[in-house]
């Protein structure tokens, strides 16, 4: 293309000088008719490039560019056809996004796209049953000022979308969504909306069951209980070789004590999303006192327990809730790890917030088991949870003590070198006193 340019152009200027030659043969004057010649020639391509900026500024779409010859010609006539084919390229997008947009209309889950800073861009027919958005009205609306609950404010401020947020519709209290937030391009964000109102009647009525049930199997237990107690103090005078069989009955009985403890627990978790009280917590002082009874619980086994706790650093929160989750972390660290062997507490501070850790050389866990620790009755080992007279209930009662105070819980572990468990609460839960 470029040498057909030159050669053109070459052409064209050879020319221009013949006629000037001959005009100044004619004339007697080649000075002037070189200058005459080349100011037409200038001329020429000024016209030319004033209609193509003619047409540039004040073209309407899709209209042709000017007719031309010579150069010219051929930089309209390319502009032409890079103009058809831009026309067929927006022609197959349009056509793909109208095929997107009926296909995610046609979706019974809400689909809403946000640009970076939440306002909305476009959405289904489906965000309009469900969260009850109106169009146009609403286009170019903050999302955070149509779904005005708090845990959807911090949800969405936060910027940590892996896990999906579940709330009550805002245009009927009995429909419950699920929300699930993907950022994509330039920081916008896609929104999946659907509904779970069914699992999530379904997951009430479990809590319910199991809440009841519990409640229910907590007298007769007593009762048992203390007839056993009773008969242990009076043994002598029953039968000796009853002695046995009586203390393996008190022992399975506190067991399941323990464990409708541990359920009625979970479910009053589960009832609310954030604690009733939210006051600041000497968390040094509470795991000198965890520390004291694990040593207690270790006994025989002769752990080297060691603490490592900032003083000056407080978290806000319920100090019954957290000295469950916390203690449940160190007695498993205690039951599990090997006499003699060392379990390390740490809780430190920094910029993203506190951190409180349980670390220890036991056994340690298979990687394929970690993602279902906090499984309720999730056993990794069925006979080694048997002996230690766990309930399988414990890392679920922490993982939802942490969500109520907003934090995460990260597990490591390696077989034969032992695990860590870590809670991250995020720096708003936290205060560091002078």
Same mark, same amino acid.
């Given at each position: 293309?470029?040498?057909?340019?030159?050669?053109?152009?070459?052409?064209?200027?050879?020319?221009?000088? /013949?006629?000037?030659?001959?005009?100044?043969?004619?004339?007697?004057?080649?000075?002037?008719?070189?200058?005459?010649?080349?100011?037409?020639?200038?001329?020429?391509?000024?016209?030319?490039?004033?209609?193509?900026?003619?047409?540039?500024?004040? @073209?309407?779409?899709?209209?042709?560019?000017?007719?031309?010859?010579?150069?010219?010609?051929?930089?309209?006539?390319?502009?032409?056809?890079?103009?058809?084919?831009?026309?067929? /390229?927006?022609?197959?997008?349009?056509?793909?996004?109208?095929?997107?947009? +009926?296909?995610?209309?046609?979706?019974?889950?809400?689909?809403?796209?946000?640009?970076?800073?939440?306002?909305?861009?476009?959405?289904?027919?489906?965000?309009?049953?469900?969260?009850?958005?109106?169009?146009?009205?609403?286009?170019?609306?903050?999302?955070?000022?149509?779904?005005?609950?708090?845990?959807?404010?911090?949800?969405?401020?936060?910027?940590?979308?892996?896990?999906?947020?579940?709330?009550?519709?805002?245009?009927?209290?009995?429909?419950?969504?699920?929300?699930?937030?993907?950022?994509?391009?330039?920081?916008?964000?896609? #929104?999946?909306?659907?509904?779970?109102?069914?699992?999530?009647?379904?997951?009430? #009525?479990?809590?319910?069951?199991?809440?009841? /049930?519990?409640?229910?199997?907590?007298?007769?237990?007593?009762?048992?209980?203390?007839?056993? +107690?009773?008969?242990?103090?009076?043994?002598?005078?029953?039968?000796? @070789?009853?002695?046995?069989?009586?203390?393996? #009955?008190?022992?399975?009985?506190?067991? #399941?004590?323990?464990?409708?403890?541990?359920?009625?627990?979970?479910?009053?978790?589960?009832?609310?999303?954030?604690?009733?009280?939210?006051?600041?917590?000497?968390?040094?002082?509470?795991?000198?006192?965890?520390?004291?009874?694990?040593?207690?619980?270790?006994?025989?086994?002769?752990?080297?327990?060691?603490?490592?706790?900032?003083?000056?650093?407080?978290?806000?929160?319920?100090?019954?809730?957290?000295?469950?989750?916390?203690?449940?972390?160190?007695?498993?660290?205690?039951?599990?790890?090997?006499?003699?062997?060392?379990? @390390?507490?740490?809780?430190?501070?920094?910029?993203?917030?506190?951190?409180?850790? /349980?670390?220890?050389?036991?056994?340690?866990?298979?990687?394929?088991?970690?993602?279902?620790?906090?499984?309720?009755?999730?056993?990794?080992?069925?006979?080694?949870?048997?002996?230690?007279?766990?309930?399988?209930?414990?890392?679920?009662?922490?993982?939802?003590?942490?969500?109520?105070? @907003?934090?995460?819980?990260?597990?490591?572990?390696?077989?034969?070198?032992?695990?860590?468990?870590?809670?991250?609460?995020?720096?708003?839960?936290?205060?560091?006193?002078?």
């Amino acid at each position: 293309m470029n040498q057909n340019w030159r050669g053109a152009v070459v052409r064209h200027l050879l020319l221009l000088v /013949v006629c000037c030659a001959l005009l100044g043969l004619i004339s007697g004057e080649y000075a002037w008719a070189l200058v005459l010649g080349l100011g037409a020639y200038l001329a020429w391509h000024v016209k030319q490039l004033l209609r193509l900026h003619h047409w540039l500024r004040h @073209r309407q779409p899709d209209e042709a560019p000017p007719e031309g010859y010579g150069l010219w010609g051929e930089v309209f006539d390319n502009i032409y056809h890079l103009q058809r084919r831009d026309q067929r /390229v927006r022609g197959r997008l349009q056509a793909v996004i109208d095929r997107v947009q +009926e296909s995610t209309a046609a979706l019974r889950d809400a689909v809403i796209m946000l640009d970076r800073d939440g306002n909305l861009e476009w959405w289904n027919r489906a965000a309009e049953t469900l969260l009850g958005l109106k169009t146009p009205q609403d286009s170019g609306q903050s999302i955070s000022n149509l779904l005005r609950h708090p845990r959807f404010k911090e949800y969405f401020e936060q910027g940590n979308y892996q896990e999906a947020l579940e709330l009550p519709s805002p245009i009927n209290d009995h429909l419950r969504l699920q929300l699930q937030i993907t950022q994509y391009g330039n920081h916008e964000h896609l #929104m999946l909306v659907r509904d779970v109102t069914r699992l999530y009647q379904l997951e009430q #009525m479990r809590k319910d069951f199991v809440a009841n /049930v519990s409640h229910e199997l907590r007298t007769p237990l007593t009762v048992i209980a203390g007839y056993l +107690e009773t008969l242990l103090d009076n043994v002598e005078e029953v039968n000796p @070789r009853w002695l046995r069989a009586l203390q393996q #009955m008190q022992q399975q009985g506190a067991r #399941m004590q323990n464990l409708l403890n541990d359920l009625l627990l979970l479910a009053k978790l589960e009832a609310t999303d954030y604690p009733s009280d939210n006051q600041p917590i000497a968390i040094d002082l509470l795991l000198l006192s965890i520390k004291n009874d694990a040593q207690a619980l270790s006994a025989a086994k002769h752990h080297r327990i060691s603490l490592e706790a900032d003083a000056h650093l407080k978290l806000k929160g319920s100090e019954t809730e957290l000295r469950s989750a916390f203690s449940n972390l160190v007695f498993n660290a205690v039951k599990y790890t090997p006499a003699e062997g060392e379990i @390390r507490i740490r809780w430190w501070g920094d910029e993203q917030g506190g951190h409180f850790s /349980v670390a220890d050389n036991g056994p340690g866990i298979e990687a394929k088991h970690l993602p279902r620790l906090t499984e309720r009755f999730y056993r990794v080992d069925s006979s080694r949870a048997s002996n230690t007279g766990g309930t399988g209930i414990g890392l679920a009662i922490v993982k939802h003590v942490l969500l109520r105070h @907003r934090a995460r819980l990260d597990i490591a572990s390696t077989p034969g070198k032992g695990s860590t468990f870590t809670c991250h609460f995020p720096a708003q839960q936290v205060i560091r006193r002078s």
